[in-house]
């Protein structure tokens, strides 16, 4: 266990698994907000789901899309894109000894990217709010990523 | 390679290990069942997937979308929904020194509730399985990120 | 620190983090060309994405799906399915203490297949390219959980 305990006494990989677990906890929250909306606009994708909202022709009329599910799905789905590259390229650059203000800076900007991504998704705000964000994210991982490889590049 | 010894006689890290590979597998299980009912039912996204079977207007009818394809992979991104944060705050829960009896419940409930969940949605079986599944694997994580929060939170 | 230097001076972590590293850039490469297909082919997903090209009825025939776009969407979303297992897998493989030749086979084979993959897709290539350069990169990574669970089993 002690080297475990180094790993954790560790600074900059502390502040990675503090982010990285508040933007997964964030992309969680899509799953209960995609449910919220199937609920209140009827709006279904599976038959099983409105079984309880009635049977019969009527009903059939529950498995359908609907705008605002589908943004909702389109949301979560870029933010699957966006922090899977993240927590790899993140993690293996947090273990590489980075500077830990210089670390700390590339976790703030992109958990907040994020999350002003999703504000600007949901609402939603005109553009180019989202696609801001969307590159603000997006730079941070490269960043993280072309530090990796200008370091530690071993094929 | 003494220290990664180490990290590998580590029990915890060492059941996560083994929990993050079965139920990795398990999604990937789900390519291949996708594979297998486009091909039974002959229903294809791209053109060059059903070139062998036949050319021609008769063709093009099987560039399209059916039931039993969309309900897979509607599955499959479930899974990826869900497992992405198991992984990430996963890895650094069993980093951060939980009590092995606690952690492995998290890990067991976990892999039970994703297996039980792509049972539910491929039978697929009456709500509330699949929901109930799906909650259960939610909050195993939401738990595992609370303790991680608690305890190491280095913002 | 010192035990994160070992973690960096162990040759297999280290070939791990730079393929990773790599497939993940190519991975967020899919972002961009979706965008540029989008703007290019003008077929967009929200409305405030085609506000700057009109408004009005006219604009509202922007809001389409376009066969070209969703090509490189189920591009992206395959990489996804496919790129997170290795990640997961691959890094608890690389901890596992595996021979380092073989280990950076494993790496190469699977970087190299989803390249291809992606250029299959793209083009598109005649099957059975897209589906050879997939069963590589499933292959690869279920080789790897066969050795991790065989060594290190502990449930």
Redesign the interface.
Known sequence: ????????E??V???F??????I??K??F??PATAFYRMTRKAF??P??Y??FGKGENAKKLLRTDDRVE?VR?A??ND??????F???G??YS???PDLSTAVLHFRLFVGARIYHTIS?LL????PN?ALS?FVG?GV??SM?YS??KN????
Chains 1, 2, 3 share one sequence.
């Open positions: 266990m002690a080297d475990l305990n180094k790993l954790m560790n600074e990989f502390m502040a698994a503090s982010y990285a677990t508040i997964l906890s992309m969680m899509m799953s994708a599976n099983e789901d079984a309880s943004r389109r979560h789905l699957l894109e966006n922090i899977v590259p927590l790899g390229i993690l293996l273990l590489s000894g998704y939603p705000l005109p553009q989202r969307f997006y991982t490269l990523a990796l490889l530690r590049l071993y094929l």
